[in-house]
T-cell receptor, first 116, second 113 residues
Framework: QKEVEQDPGPLSVPEGAIVSLNCTYSNSAFQYFMWYRQYSRKGPELLMYTYSSGNKEDGRFTAQVDKSSKYISLFIRDSQPSDSATYLCAMSYTRGGGTSYGKLTFGQGTILTVHP | GAVVSQHPSRVICKSGTSVKIECRSLDFQATTMFWYRQFPKKSLMLMATSNEGSKATYEQGVEKDKFLINHASLTLSTLTVTSAHPEDSSFYIC?????????FGSGTRLTVV
């Protein structure tokens, strides 16, 4: 079993739709949870990070973490064609630090297309 | 914000040759750099963690003699793919940790012919 599972999609939605992206994980030692957006042939860019159960909102994006269920989600409201990208969830045991425990474990990534 | 500059963005090389990929932290000092490999439509696979001034730590299954990592300064880490083979063709990405967050380079598309 992979440590982090993410539905690869692809996911295609019309402009303005609400998008829900999800990841499950098996290791309860993960404490920090991140969502990255990756455009084709580019490096990932951080969208949001959170470390506690509950919701965190930033503009059109909401990150949700349920540690009891080992489940995280990213919601995108009023989706735009510019949101078309691959979305990767990532998690780590710690946030930063000087040891390998800060290294990230990624989900497979979900390919999202928002069509006009 | 923190920027990691990765070069080259694309490289094509012949089988048997070596290729060097550079990652520079432009406005911060990166004591730790992570090197990833990504296959098409797949996730990022961590290859190794490099720390300035010490030997890199490789993930299980990654050949350290094939993927040479040097982190000689706080602003530069390099990955050299030695004796490249077509199966080494992939997208390589570096990442540095800055105040707890991770900043990624733009990636290098390596094609071995």
């Amino acid at each position: 079993q992979k440590e982090v599972e993410q539905d690869p999609g692809p996911l295609s939605v019309p402009e303005g739709a609400i998008v829900s992206l999800n990841c499950t994980y098996s290791n309860s030692a993960f404490q920090y949870f991140m969502w990255y957006r990756q455009y084709s042939r580019k490096g990932p860019e951080l969208l949001m990070y959170t470390y506690s159960s509950g919701n965190k909102e930033d503009g059109r994006f909401t990150a949700q973490v349920d540690k009891s269920s080992k489940y995280i989600s990213l919601f995108i409201r009023d989706s735009q064609p510019s949101d078309s990208a691959t979305y990767l969830c990532a998690m780590s045991y710690t946030r930063g630090g000087g040891t390998s425990y800060g290294k990230l474990t990624f989900g497979q990534g979900t390919i999202l297309t928002v069509h006009p | 914000g923190a920027v990691v500059s990765q070069h080259p963005s694309r490289v094509i090389c012949k089988s048997g040759t070596s290729v060097k990929i550079e990652c520079r932290s432009l406005d911060f000092q990166a004591t730790t750099m992570f090197w990833y490999r990504q296959f098409p439509k797949k996730s990022l696979m961590l290859m190794a963690t490099s720390n300035e001034g010490s030997k890199a730590t490789y993930e299980q299954g990654v050949e350290k003699d094939k993927f040479l990592i040097n982190h000689a300064s706080l602003t530069l880490s390099t990955l050299t793919v030695t004796s490249a083979h077509p199966e080494d063709s992939s997208f390589y990405i570096c990442s540095a940790r800055v105040r707890g967050d991770y900043t990624f380079g733009s990636g290098t598309r390596l094609t071995v012919v």
